[in-house]
């Protein structure tokens, strides 16, 4: 029987340097305990991010079965993609899976009173992992854009989330989810084009992102 997913509340006392991951994955795979829970302790931040976007309400569930589903899968991880693209796509796959369960209504989107004023995108300043200062103050846009997000279809959803809140690079998105560059590329421009729309802030027209490329640009 392999370890219990480490609580989602512990943090590690420094993240894991990539530099070690093959070395603990190796370890892992050969039956380290130690080793796996260093890589689950490394992941679990965006394990919790991703499904918290994407899943709202059932993230917890969510995040336990993407860790459990990382355990049972490891031993067949064969390093041909990054072990945090790998961890994507188990997380991404748990996160649709438990959208699927749930058959999920979109919830109603509140519209913001401000602006973020973050030009690299609309959720990289609202990341939970890693709190800006004043990011309590700004809970409610926080919750607004949680609000919009679900609004996406997942097909739109994921591909921003794991864009603008965990910050894959493109060709890393098309590898998690298995499309073309090109489609990805689409999907995100759709999806932050349809954020925006909803975002607009009630006393100010226009996008309220200005200079990020929310207004479908696809390449």
Excluded: K
């Amino acid at each position: 029987m392999g370890p219990s997913p480490p609580d989602p509340d512990h943090r590690p006392p420094r993240p894991i340097d990539e530099q070690d991951v093959p070395a603990l994955v190796h370890a892992a795979q050969a039956g380290d305990h130690e080793a796996l829970d260093a890589l689950l302790r490394g992941q679990i931040d965006r394990v919790h991010g991703l499904c918290r976007r994407v899943c709202g309400p059932d993230a917890e569930d969510a995040t336990q079965e993407a860790l459990l589903a990382i355990v049972r899968g490891l031993p067949r991880f064969d390093g041909r993609s990054a072990f945090g693209t790998w961890v994507h796509r188990v997380a991404t796959n748990a996160a649709l899976d438990e959208l699927r369960r749930r058959g999920r209504r979109p919830m109603v989107v509140r519209r913001l009173d401000s602006s973020p004023g973050e030009p690299d995108g609309p959720l990289r300043a609202l990341d939970p992992a890693d709190p800006a200062p004043g990011a309590d103050e700004r809970l409610p846009d926080r919750l607004a854009i949680d609000e919009a997000l679900a609004s996406l279809p997942p097909e739109f959803r994921v591909p921003v989330v794991l864009r603008d809140h965990l910050g894959l690079e493109y060709a890393e998105i098309a590898d998690v989810l298995g499309l073309p560059p090109g489609t990805v590329r689409s999907r995100i421009a759709r999806g932050r084009a349809r954020l925006a729309d909803l975002l607009v802030p009630v006393d100010a027209p226009g996008n309220p992102w200005p200079g990020n490329d929310v207004q479908g640009r696809t390449t």
